[in-house]
């Protein structure tokens, strides 16, 4: 499988972004697909995670209520909506398919896609 993310960019805090994920290949049905970032200077951390179905997600505290994950496999498209953004939301994100195991380790991950920037300033 693989990704690419886009949709990145600079908005100011309170505004909205929404990142989009394309995989190639037939098989992108069959993977949980997850959202991570790395923030300046920082660690990569989870961000939010979906099943291979759509029918379950999963979100870091950080980003509940304010982010939204979705899939359409039809598209081989995951989606990342992100609302009332913050300053401290401010990394590179990126999207990556799970190996089956849990949603929020990123060693769970055998596929990564570039990256997308999103800056937020106050």
């Known amino acids: 499988v693989q990704l690419q993310a886009s949709g990145g960019g600079l908005v100011q805090a309170g505004g909205s972004l929404r990142l989009s994920c394309a995989a190639s290949g037939r098989t992108f049905s069959r993977y949980a697909m997850g959202w991570f970032r790395q923030p300046p200077g920082s660690e990569r951390e989870f961000v939010a995670a979906i099943s291979s179905s759509g029918g379950s997600t999963y979100y870091a505290d950080s980003v509940k209520g304010r982010f939204t994950i979705s899939r359409d496999n039809a598209k081989n498209t995951v989606y990342l909506q992100m609302n009332s953004l913050k300053p401290e939301d401010t990394a590179v994100y990126y999207c990556?398919?799970?190996?089956?195991?849990?949603?929020?380790?990123?060693?769970?991950?055998?596929?990564w896609g570039p990256g997308t920037e999103v800056t937020v300033s106050s």
């Open positions: 990556a398919a799970n190996g089956g195991s849990s949603v929020y380790y990123i060693s769970n991950y055998y596929y």
